[in-house]
């Protein structure tokens, strides 16, 4: 695969994660993260098992089958953290503040896979932190700074570490077993997590009753998330994954659209700087690279 193409997907997966986070938003209100997440693994492994299942033989290998299981349950707990950042807070806010994944995979990328940064690229990290910061404060004040961050923003913070580590493995089991494989395994082995806490917290009694009151609202979730790992993985398989994932932290764009125009989210001007200094950051890093 080109890098051209490469591209084309990174782009495919900025659009993807973003209507599919808005309807992720949806769901954990309704419904909860666990459930939410259920869900999603669950469209995911049936809408997938056609395209790889010729590749499940390669989990016999025992290597394969640890990277894909370590992927699962890191997904399982980025996701938790992720979504109740998304049920606290404006959508518009916490996705900006989860860009901070991208400098992590960057790290892991050059640790990992000796990719290297330029200056400019550095320059465009650090613009992105800046805007970071800008985007999480809901109004600046020195004495106690934790206190006004926006809601949601520090657990989607914690949870953006997690999914910076989740990216970067995606990346690496697209490599060595196969880009779809880097998603529907772990979707199994998070989706078997999600089943135990359920079954251990409530049961599955409204699962069913949930599923069809707002079937259309599920669905759109998990095939817009499944969407979005798909192409990403296709993307990072044979192409630069600091590079690729730097394209994709645009995303909130569309988030920060869809908060804004549908659900009436306010956001402050020093907010509106930030979204626009850490996006604008990051589709430059994209573009010129």
Request: hydrophobic share 60%; net charge positive; aromatic share 14%.
């Amino acid at each position: 695969m080109g890098f051209e193409l490469g591209i084309i997907f990174a782009f495919c997966a900025m659009l993807f994660w973003g209507v599919g986070d808005f309807m992720i938003q949806k769901n954990v209100r309704k419904e909860g993260n666990v459930a939410s997440l259920l869900f999603i693994g669950i469209i995911g492994l049936v809408g997938l098992l056609p395209f790889v299942w010729k590749d499940i033989s390669s989990l016999a290998y025992l290597p394969n089958l640890f990277l894909i299981i370590l992927l699962g349950v890191l997904t399982f707990f980025a996701a938790m953290l992720d979504f109740e950042a998304l049920k606290q807070g404006k959508i518009s806010i916490v996705e900006v503040a989860l860009e901070i994944e991208l400098p992590i995979v960057i790290f892991l990328a050059i640790i990992f896979y000796k990719e290297t940064l330029t200056l400019f690229q550095w320059l465009a990290v650090s613009l992105i932190f800046i805007g970071i910061i800008l985007i999480s404060i809901k109004k600046v004040h020195l004495r106690n700074p934790i206190k006004f961050l926006e809601k949601g923003v520090l657990i989607g913070l914690v949870g953006s570490v997690f999914m910076g580590s989740v990216d970067f493995l995606t990346a690496a089991s697209a490599r060595t077993i196969s880009p779809l494989m880097a998603v529907w395994g772990p979707a199994f082995v998070y989706s078997v997590l999600c089943l135990i806490v359920l079954w251990k917290r409530r049961g599955f009694g409204d699962l069913k009753k949930y599923a069809l009151k707002f079937k259309y609202i599920i669905l759109l979730m998990g095939i817009f998330d499944t969407l979005a790992w798909v192409t990403y993985a296709l993307a990072t398989s044979s192409s630069e994954i600091g590079i690729i994932t730097a394209i994709t932290e645009s995303y909130p764009a569309i988030c920060i659209f869809l908060g804004v125009w549908i659900n009436k989210e306010k956001v402050n001007w020093h907010q509106y700087l930030g979204a626009g200094l850490a996006l604008t950051a990051s589709v430059i890093l994209g573009f010129l690279l």
